[in-house]
């Protein structure tokens, strides 16, 4: 059974999504050039975020490899 603050939850979140799509597509129906060009430009920053995010990832990978390499060492000089 639900109770009032996971219907109110529930309720909000539908809202708040509901707003972002009706944002969104407002924005494009109403943008100031061609939909070819505001594809172009939503696909570049989409390849432009994708590259970001394998960087970080990137970033990550190589931060844990440091961790585990340094843990290693600091094994190795114990035992």
């Known amino acids: 059974m639900e109770t009032d603050d996971t219907r109110c939850l529930m309720v909000a979140g539908i809202m708040f999504f509901s707003g972002l799509v009706l944002g969104m597509a407002t924005g494009v129906l109403l943008a100031p050039q061609s939909g070819s060009r505001t594809r172009r430009s ?3 920053m989409v390849g432009d975020a994708s590259e970001r995010a394998n960087e ?3 970033d990550a990978k190589e931060a844990v490899n440091e961790v585990v390499d340094r843990g290693r060492k600091i094994v190795k000089n114990q035992s």
Do not use: A, G, M, T
């Open 56 to 58: 970080w990832v990137d």
């Open 42 to 44: 939503l696909l570049s």
